[in-house]
């Protein structure tokens, strides 16, 4: 199994430019979760997902930030427009189900705005 | 609030020495624990878990973990620490939910 993966690896960006971050989870899982790593606040879950279903988008930090996952095999986090301060790596991890499993971790995109 | 607390931010070990990382949550309930390790550039990898039982778990890697009701604490132990184990190692607990609420993590750094 390839694991989750996640594209592209590092994003460098312009203030305001729209961003597009996109995960291919483990096949067969159906459970899809969003992280943000920083030096200040650590790792944090913006948004998770269930059979495709966003369960809980309460870490979600603003507006700016859009996650959908139109099939079991593909998600993508957006941010529009970026700013600054969103530089952090993005983590994606994915788990059979909900409760069900331990969560795989992708290799994370670093993003960097300028 | 739920929080998982990692106290030491960077640990320093000769190679060969015992490890002990800490982790003590908040929260009365008893949570699902896990220990997760992150190496440079890499994603978060999976050293062991606790949800039920046995308080002493065995994980990969050589690490085991015990667990203390009483002492609300999860500790991360490795009897002989090898070289390729610096890495940023972090706690975790779950709360019967899906979320993973992350401690801040413990930096290792092995001397040879």
């Known amino acids: 199994d390839a694991g989750v993966i996640q594209s592209p690896r590092h994003e460098v960006t312009e203030m305001g430019q729209e961003v597009t971050l996109r995960c291919k989870p483990i096949?067969?899982?159906?459970?899809l979760f969003w992280y943000r790593q920083t030096m200040m606040r650590g790792l944090e879950l913006l948004i998770y997902f269930n059979n495709n279903v966003p369960i809980d988008d309460s870490g979600m930090p603003e507006d700016r930030f859009s996650a959908k996952m139109p099939n079991a095999s593909f998600s993508t986090l957006k941010i529009q427009p970026s700013e600054p301060r969103d530089s952090a790596v993005y983590f994606c991890?994915?788990?059979?189900?909900?409760?069900?499993?331990?969560?795989?971790f992708g290799p994370g995109t670093r993003l960097t705005v300028l | 609030a739920q929080s998982v607390t990692q106290p030491d931010i960077h640990i320093t070990v000769s190679e060969g020495a015992s490890l002990e990382l800490r982790c003590n949550y908040s929260?009365?309930?008893?949570?699902?624990l896990f220990w997760y390790v992150q190496s440079p550039g890499q994603g978060l990898q999976l050293l062991l878990k606790y949800f039920s039982g046995d308080t002493l778990v065995q994980g990969i890697k050589g690490f085991e973990a015990e667990f203390k009701r009483s002492q609300s604490s999860f500790n991360l132990r490795k009897p002989s620490v090898h070289w390729s184990d610096a890495a940023e190692y972090f706690c975790a607990v779950s709360y019967n939910t899906d979320k993973l609420i992350f401690g801040t993590g413990t930096r290792l750094q092995v001397f040879p």
């Open positions: 991890a994915s788990r059979p189900g909900l409760n069900e499993g331990e969560q795989f």
């Open positions: 929260y009365g309930a008893t949570p699902y």
């Open positions: 096949s067969g899982h159906n459970s």
